[in-house]
């Protein structure tokens, strides 16, 4: 079997940046496992699987594996997959994909680059002890959650952010979390930094991260007073995304670069 293969950095202004996540159209879907083994392969933090949609409700049905399980929503992969869609045709203005646990996703153009509709996922208060002391940090200002698996520490200064440095394997074992590190940028920063850690799925510091940015959202325009705002992902490649709410949805601006194409030769 060949399969259509992409590599695409996402929210990315340039190559070498921002999230690499593998895009693979399907005529249909095969077992689980293969697809596990797939993005085994690829050995990048997402890769997406697209099948054309029989429904009136989207064009493509869309799910996301890690190298260790599939994850029920990731934002860097949906754009990544709306940009291999709309690159591939001009008269198209927006993607719809229908995904099995986050709803219909949509990607559309913008500008250079595109907006992604993701549901908002507001945290809520709650004590993350075991969370807190396998990051590392001190000057915590708030820790929340969501129900999702989203695990959030609030620091009072972006360097405790930017300097991090995790105990992995504990961090693994206080929850089946996505770990998400954030603060108020500094001056001359963008206006939230975080970074986000997701050991427990075989990522230990994922790029930039869509889905997080779907729980930062309503937090921090809550906080800043603020309808919008611009997020640094400070990891090693690091990435920017503008971020901003639409009644219960989260929209994020970001741009995209296809590295790899090609195929893969599935025995």
């Not at 259509?4 to 070498?16: L, N």
């Not at 045709?89 to 949509?106: C, N, P, Q, Y």
């Not at 001190?138 to 959650?145: D, I, K, Y």
Request: glycine share 10%; aromatic share 8%; proline share 6%.
């Amino acid at each position: 079997m060949r399969i259509p293969f992409t590599q695409v950095d996402a929210f990315a202004d340039a190559a070498f940046g921002g999230n690499p996540a593998a895009v693979m159209m399907l005529s249909a879907w095969p077992d689980d496992a293969l697809l596990l083994k797939i993005a085994q392969e690829n050995n990048l933090s997402e890769t997406a699987f697209l099948v054309a949609s029989d429904g009136a409700e989207a064009d493509f049905e869309l799910r996301w594996f890690t190298p260790g399980d599939e994850v029920e929503m990731c934002g860097h992969a949906t754009l990544a997959s709306g940009h291999v869609v709309l690159s591939s045709d001009s008269t198209r203005e927006r993607v719809r994909f229908a995904t099995r646990h986050a709803g219909v996703l949509e990607v559309a153009r913008d500008g250079l680059g595109y907006s992604l509709s993701l549901p908002e996922r507001t945290p809520f208060p709650e004590a993350l002890p075991g969370v807190i002391e396998a990051l590392g940090v001190g000057g915590v200002v708030e820790t929340l959650r969501h129900p999702a698996g989203y695990a959030v520490v609030v620091v009072d200064d972006p360097a405790t952010v930017r300097t991090c440095t995790p105990d992995f394997a504990a961090l693994a074992q206080a929850g089946r979390y996505v770990v998400i590190l954030t603060a108020r940028g500094g001056k001359g920063e963008a206006d939230v930094v975080s970074r986000v850690f997701v050991p427990a799925f075989a990522i230990d510091e994922d790029p930039v991260t869509g889905s997080a940015h779907a729980v930062l959202t309503p937090y921090w325009t809550a906080k800043l007073g603020v309808e919008a705002f611009v997020a640094e992902q400070a990891s090693a490649r690091g990435g920017r995304l503008t971020c901003r709410m639409d009644g219960d949805r989260v929209i994020l601006g970001g741009g995209c670069v296809t590295v790899i194409e090609g195929t893969f030769l599935l025995p």
